[in-house]
């Protein structure tokens, strides 16, 4: 779901043969900063599809911790069908959340997990739950709590769709909204101080700067 997930995102198309990433791709989409508003730019912002195979502590050190450096945003997907995968969001919080520690490779139980880590984290955060058309609507409560550990700890905006489906993320939906809030979030966390004032030496453009997020997935 990851891919067809980036693809939707960038290309606003479904992805029609969905494969395996291996290490990392890259794609971009355009998004409007604080669209319909006097202080609207468009901004070009670089989404990288990060693959999440387990391997040895080495292995997995060195496909992924290189690419955790510089990050603006963090976007967690999940499969809704596999309980694993939104069980593992644990172990994406502390591997890319915590990037000074080295990589285990290893599920992180919740005996490891300590979320006062996290209490400074700055990075804007999105949980991305998909294949939400193939859970029955009678067992989507259930389902839909199983990240309620994220919302406690990091407060992230969260988002459940089928990436088959572009009208999930339709213009004026409550997931679009949520999608480019996020994004603008990344853009101010690239560009801009916490008081607001732009970053000194940053040019007041008025068409295109660059962002970078991290989309990222274990199976």
């Not at 496909?63 to 994406?92: C, E, M, P």
Request: charged share 25%; net charge neutral.
């Amino acid at each position: 779901g990851k891919s067809s997930l980036v693809h939707l995102l960038c290309q606003n198309q479904v992805l029609g043969n969905p494969s395996w990433t291996v290490g990392c791709s890259v794609d971009v989409r355009v998004h409007d900063y604080k669209e319909g508003t006097p202080e609207e730019k468009t901004y070009y912002i670089e989404l990288w599809d990060v693959g999440g195979s387990v391997g040895s502590a080495s292995s997995v050190k060195s496909t992924r911790a290189v690419f955790y450096n510089s990050v603006n945003g963090i976007i967690f997907v999940h499969d809704l069908t596999n309980k694993k995968s939104s069980q593992n969001l644990r172990r994406w919080s502390l591997e890319a959340l915590n990037r000074d520690l080295v990589p285990t490779g290893v599920l992180v139980t919740n005996g490891d997990y300590d979320r006062e880590q996290f209490a400074d984290n700055q990075i804007p955060l999105l949980v991305i739950g998909t294949k939400l058309d193939q859970i029955h609507e009678t067992k989507r409560h259930e389902v839909l709590t199983r990240t309620a550990f994220l919302a406690e700890d990091f407060n992230p905006e969260e988002i459940n769709l089928d990436c088959t489906n572009p009208r999930y993320l339709a213009a004026g939906s409550s997931n679009a909204v949520k999608l480019s809030r996020f994004f603008d979030k990344v853009i101010e966390k690239r560009y801009f101080l916490r008081e607001g004032n732009q970053i000194p030496g940053f040019p007041d453009r008025k068409r295109f700067g660059a962002g970078t997020l991290k989309s990222l997935h274990y199976d």
